[in-house]
C-alpha cells in the first residue's frame, strides 16, 4: 500500500514538473545552483575552504588571541551576511508565490485586442504571482485585515506584462498623489511605532474619515474580503481601467478580474487574530502545501469591457479607482484561465526580488486616463530602482523570456555584457533598430486631448457613498453582520473620540442601521435619520457567496480526525479513503505526536497509527473541519481532556463542519450543549443526522462504507457525503446568524 502510494506520488510530482517545464523555468535554470553532497566549499572568488568554524587568530594552541584582520574568509563571511537584506517594500512587504501559466479559451477577445497574448489559444504564458498584505512589515502575520496584493507577472513573447492587482477591485483614493498620505495614516502611528499590520487605530480612521473618497474601500476592509481563508481561495482585481486595442485601432476600456476555482471564502475574525499568533505563516503554508500536493489553484481570467465611445454614458466615472462597474451595466467575459503549479525554489531571488510595473505592458493593452494608474506608473518604476538598483529587470525573475536589447548601460549590478562598438542610435553599425508597429513595435493609441492645466478632478469623481451602499445592500445577512463586527472592533480601538465620532456620522451617509448598530457599539453618534436615502441598488457579484463553485468541491480542504487510545481504526481508515477521493486531506491529532492504539490493540505493541500533531501543538484553527470517530475507551479519553473539548468549541464558534460517529457523538454532546443542536443517539443505525453543519451517525462500518458512495451532497444515508456537503459550504454562517455561537465559550 505505502510502495503503491509512493509512486503515485512520484509519478504525480513528474506530470506537475513537466508542467511546468515551459519558457521562464528553463530561463531560470541558467541561474539555479543544486548542491550536493560532492559540492565543496569555497569563496566568492572560488577558493577551496578548509575551515568555516574558527577565524584566524593568534593562539599558543591553549589560549584564544587576538582575531586577525587578514582573515578573508572569516571578513567575506561576516560581510556578506550584513549585507544580505535589501530594502523591504514600503508596502506589500510581506508576500508569497508561485510559478504557473496562463492561457485563453479561444479568441473571443480579438474584437477588442490584438495582444496574442489575449487572442492566441495556443499558446501558454509562464505567469510568476506574489501574493501579499500590504500594511506589515515582513516580519508581520498572514492574517490580519488587510487588502491582498495579487500581483502577476507574464513573461509573454512580446515582453513582460505586469497586472499589480488586489483581492479587492477598488482602493482608498482617486488620485495617486495621495498614496503617500493614505500609507503614512495605515502604517504604524509615528510616535510609537504601532500598531503592526493593523488599521485599529487613530490616524488611519482620522484620514479616512476626512477622505470621504474611501467611504467605499472601507466598507470593503470592514467585510470578509478582508481575511480570506487563503490565496487560493480569493478573488483578484486589476483595480485600475486599463484599454485594449483592437486590429482596427478601435479602444476599449477594460477590467481584469480573477475567479477562483474553489470559490472566495474568509476566516471568522476571532479564528483570524488567533492565525496570527498560532501560525504566522498560515497563508503561505497553506500555497505550498497546495502545490505540492498536486491540486493547484486555478483561476478563471475575465474582463469587463466598454467601448471607447460609451465612457461617460454612466452616472460614476468610469476611470474612478474608488469605483466597480457593476456586472448589471459590464457583464463579465470569461476569456481564459491561469494555474498556479510550481513553488520557488527559494524566496529571497524568486518571491523577494520580483517587481512589478503597472507601466509593463504589451503591444494590444494599453493605459487610461485613471488618475490613481498615471501616478502608479510612474512610482512603481521609480520604487524598483530603489530598491533593487536601475538594472532590477536584469534579475533571472524579472527578465523577459523574450530578446532584449537597448542602449542601456551601466549602473550598479549592471549583467550584461555587450559585445559592440557602438551604444547609441544611429550609428554606423546600424544595430539595435526601432521595430515599426507593423512588425510588432509598440504604439500608443492616438488619444485625442483638449484641456487646461489644472489640478482638480472630474464632476463625477465627487460622489462617494452610492458605490458604498451598493456594496452593503448586496452583502448576505452574516457579511452584514461581521462588516458591523469588524467596525465595531476596529473603531473601538481608537481612543480619540473626534475619530470614532467623525467615523461614525459618515456610516450614516452609507446606510442608517449600519450607522446606528456601530455607534452604539463604540459610543458614537447615532443618527436620528438617514442622511440620504438607501434604494437598495445590488450587485450579486459582490458578494462572496455569488462565487461558490458551480458544484460542491472539498478539494484542499484540512480535516481534523481527533482520537485517543481505543479509537475504530476500520472506520477512521474507510472515513479517510472517502475524503481522499475528493482530494481533501485528513490529519490524525492526538494526546502525543507518536502511536496512537486502536481497539484491541495492546497499548506500546500494537501497529498503532501515528498521530500528526498533538491536541495541544496545533488548534481547531489550522482546520476547515472536525472529525471525532467512534471507539468506547477513546471516548472516554476524549471526554476527560479539556484541550479536546474546547477544540470542539472552538470550531462549533468559527461555525466549521463537524462530524462524529457512534461513542464520538457523546464527545460533541459534552462540548455543545447549546439547544437547537440535534445529535443522533441510535447506536445501531448508519442513518445520518446533520444539524447546523453538525454531522453525526450511530456507526459507520463495512455496510455502511460500501453504501457511501462518495458524492458531496446531503441525504438520510452515507456519513461522509454528507459529511463532505457541509465541509465544501465552507462554514455554517446560519450557527452564528441565530446565535447559537454566542452562547458557547471558544
Keep these: 500500500m505505502a510502495e503503491g502510494l509512493s509512486t503515485i506520488s512520484s509519478h504525480l510530482k513528474s506530470a506537475m514538473s513537466s508542467l511546468t517545464d515551459d519558457a521562464k523555468i528553463k530561463d531560470l535554470e541558467r541561474d539555479t545552483i543544486n548542491p550536493t553532497s560532492s559540492s565543496q566549499m569555497t569563496t566568492d572568488h572560488g577558493v ?40 523591504e517594500r514600503v508596502v506589500h512587504a510581506r508576500g508569497a508565490g508561485a510559478h504557473g501559466y496562463f492561457r485563453v479559451f479561444d479568441d473571443r477577445a480579438s474584437k477588442y485586442t490584438f495582444a496574442p497574448v489575449l487572442t492566441d489559444a495556443s499558446r501558454r504564458t509562464p505567469i510568476f504571482i506574489r501574493f501579499s498584505t500590504v500594511q506589515g512589515s515582513r516580519g508581520s502575520a498572514d492574517t490580519v485585515r488587510d487588502v491582498r496584493g495579487f500581483a502577476m507577472k507574464l513573461y509573454t513573447s512580446e515582453g513582460n506584462w505586469d497586472i499589480v492587482g488586489n483581492n479587492i477591485p477598488v482602493f482608498f483614493i482617486q488620485d495617486a498623489i495621495k498614496f503617500p498620505d493614505f500609507v503614512h495614516a495605515v502604517k504604524p502611528e509615528p510616535q510609537n511605532e504601532v500598531p503592526q499590520a493593523q488599521t485599529a487605530h487613530n490616524n488611519f480612521w482620522d484620514f479616512v474619515g476626512l477622505q470621504p473618497e474611501s467611504a467605499h474601500m472601507v466598507m470593503w476592509a470592514m467585510s470578509d474580503r478582508a481575511i480570506p481563508r487563503s490565496y487560493r481561495m480569493m478573488q483578484g482585481f486589476g483595480v485600475n481601467t486599463f484599454s485594449l486595442i483592437n486590429a482596427k485601432g478601435e479602444r476599449h476600456f477594460v477590467k481584469f478580474h480573477y475567479i477562483p476555482e474553489l470559490g472566495a471564502h474568509s476566516l471568522i475574525w476571532d479564528e483570524a487574530l488567533k492565525i496570527s499568533g498560532q501560525d504566522p505563516d498560515f497563508h503561505r503554508k497553506d500555497l505550498e502545501e497546495a502545490i505540492k500536493s498536486g491540486c493547484p489553484p486555478k483561476w478563471t481570467f475575465a474582463i469587463q469591457v466598454i467601448a471607447e465611445k460609451d465612457e461617460h454614458k454612466f452616472e460614476f466615472d468610469i476611470l474612478d479607482a474608488t469605483k466597480v462597474w457593476p456586472t ?83 549602473g550598479k549590478m549592471q549583467h550584461r555584457i555587450h559585445k559592440s562598438t557602438v551604444n547609441y542610435y544611429p550609428n554606423r553599425e546600424n544595430e539595435v533598430n526601432p521595430v515599426p508597429p507593423a512588425e510588432g513595435g509598440f504604439t500608443e493609441y492616438m488619444q485625442k486631448v483638449i484641456g487646461l492645466k489644472q489640478r482638480v478632478r472630474g464632476a463625477k469623481f465627487q460622489e462617494h457613498y452610492n458605490q458604498a451602499q451598493m456594496f452593503w445592500n448586496s452583502m448576505t445577512p452574516h457579511e452584514k453582520q461581521h462588516i458591523i463586527n469588524a467596525f465595531a472592533f476596529e473603531l473601538s480601538h481608537c481612543d480619540d473620540e473626534r475619530v470614532y465620532k467623525r467615523y461614525t456620522t459618515l456610516l450614516n451617509q452609507i446606510d442608517f442601521d449600519l450607522a446606528t448598530t456601530v455607534a452604539r457599539k463604540v459610543n458614537g453618534v447615532a443618527p436620528d435619520k438617514p442622511a440620504r ?64 492504539y486502536s481497539a484491541g490493540q495492546q497499548i506500546g505493541k ?11 501543538d496545533q488548534r481547531s484553527t489550522m482546520f476547515d473541519a472536525v472529525y471525532v470517530p467512534s471507539g468506547a475507551e477513546h471516548a472516554k479519553t476524549l471526554l476527560r481532556t479539556g484541550r479536546v473539548i474546547h477544540w470542539i468549541r472552538e470550531a462549533f464558534g468559527h461555525c466549521k463542519a463537524i462530524g462524529a460517529v457512534g461513542e464520538g457523538v457523546s464527545v460533541l454532546q459534552k462540548a455543545i450543549e447549546v439547544p437547537g443542536i440535534n445529535l443522533f443517539s441510535s447506536p445501531d443505525s448508519d442513518t445520518v443526522l446533520t444539524s447546523y453543519g453538525v454531522v453525526t451517525t450511530g456507526k459507520y462500518d463495512l455496510k455502511a462504507a460500501a453504501t457511501d458512495v462518495f458524492k458531496i451532497a446531503p441525504g438520510p444515508k452515507g456519513f461522509v457525503s454528507n459529511f463532505a456537503y457541509e465541509i465544501s459550504k465552507h462554514r455554517c454562517y446560519e450557527r452564528e446568524l441565530d446565535g447559537l455561537t454566542d452562547v458557547v465559550a471558544y
Design 48 to 87: 577551496k575552504i578548509s575551515d568555516t568554524d574558527h577565524w584566524l587568530s593568534v593562539s599558543n594552541g591553549a589560549d584564544v588571541g587576538p582575531a586577525l584582520l587578514e582573515d578573508q574568509i572569516a571578513r567575506e563571511k561576516i560581510t556578506r551576511f550584513d549585507h544580505e537584506r535589501i530594502p
Design 328 to 410: 448589471d451595466l459590464v457583464p463579465l467575459e470569461e476569456i481564459g484561465e491561469f494555474v498556479l503549479n510550481k513553488t520557488v525554489d527559494e524566496y529571497f531571488p524568486e518571491t523577494e526580488q520580483v517587481a512589478f510595473c503597472t507601466s509593463h505592458i504589451v503591444p494590444g493593452i494599453g493605459f487610461s486616463d485613471d488618475p490613481l494608474l498615471q501616478g502608479r506608473n510612474f512610482s512603481y518604476f521609480d520604487t524598483q530602482i530603489s530598491r533593487l538598483g536601475v538594472n532590477w529587470e536584469q534579475l533571472p525573475i524579472n527578465r523577459p523570456v523574450c530578446p532584449v536589447f537597448n542602449n542601456h548601460r551601466d
Design 533 to 596: 436615502q438607501n434604494p437598495g441598488k445590488k450587485d450579486s457579484y459582490l458578494s462572496q457567496p455569488h462565487l461558490a463553485p458551480k458544484s460542491p468541491i472539498i478539494a484542499t480542504r484540512r480535516i481534523a480526525i481527533l482520537v485517543a487510545d481505543g479509537f475504530n481504526e476500520a472506520e477512521v481508515s474507510g472515513v479517510r479513503a472517502m475524503f481522499a477521493l475528493g482530494k481533501a486531506t485528513t490529519w490524525v491529532i492526538g494526546p502525543r505526536r507518536s502511536k496512537i
Design 606 to 616: 500494537g501497529s498503532g497509527l501515528v498521530a500528526d500533531h498533538s491536541f495541544e
